[in-house]
């Protein structure tokens, strides 16, 4: 079984979402023999937004890391997508690697009847941090669109481990990150 591990945050060791995202996958490995795990840190080493060079083929490192990360995520049984919440949406980071992965005729595909999610099968567990308290909220543009992305793919294991209301005080963060934590799903596959 593999598990891709996908870091976002720009606030390196004081990052809620890299302390959730590590310890979900700890669980994992506690819990599954023999887990393959590949990292990928998007604010380390981001990749390219898509531009007209980066589309039309013009620029090959891009067109190179982008095959890799395609591989990553089509190899993946389980996604593990650290998502803090910037400016009320995801990092620029995170949704320049959703663009590699979300691609016609590898990850989806249009019919007469509407789209077709090619990437099925898969589960995905996204650690949310926010300052404030969004979700569910009018303003949640977080948790939609991440259900919405996945699941235009085919994806509809979507879970979210939340740490909200982090800015308020130390106190609030504290217990914030202990009560995901302690939401952190077990994880239910079987090893294929």
Same mark, same amino acid.
């Given at each position: 079984?593999? $598990? ?40 380390? #080493?981001? *990749? ?7 589309? @039309? ?10 095959? *890799? ?24 980071? $995170? ?24 990437? @099925? ?31 235009? *793919? ?9 740490? #909200? ?28």
């Amino acid at each position: 079984m593999k $598990l891709l591990h996908i870091d976002s945050s720009a606030l390196a060791d004081n990052s809620v979402t890299r302390q959730l995202t590590a310890a979900i996958v700890a669980r994992w490995q506690d819990s599954v023999p023999g887990l393959e795990v590949t990292y990928r840190d998007l604010d380390a #080493e981001p *990749l390219a937004h898509l531009t007209g060079a980066v589309l @039309g083929g013009g620029d090959s490192a891009a067109a190179q890391a982008g095959e *890799l990360t395609m591989q990553q995520f089509l190899d993946a049984d389980v996604i593990v997508v650290g998502a803090p919440r910037y400016n009320f949406g995801i990092p620029s980071t $995170l949704k320049a690697w959703i663009d590699r992965v979300a691609v016609a005729g590898r990850t989806f595909k249009y019919t007469e009847n509407g789209p077709i999610g090619l990437a @099925g099968g898969k589960q995905v567990i996204v650690a949310e941090a926010s300052g404030g308290e969004y979700a569910g909220t009018a303003i949640d543009f977080v948790t939609p669109y991440l259900k919405q992305v996945f699941g235009f *793919l085919g994806i509809t294991d979507v879970e979210f481990v939340r740490a #909200e209301r982090i800015a308020y005080s130390a106190q609030h963060r504290s217990d914030a990150i202990e009560a995901a934590l302690a939401s952190i799903p077990a994880p239910l596959r079987e090893a294929a």
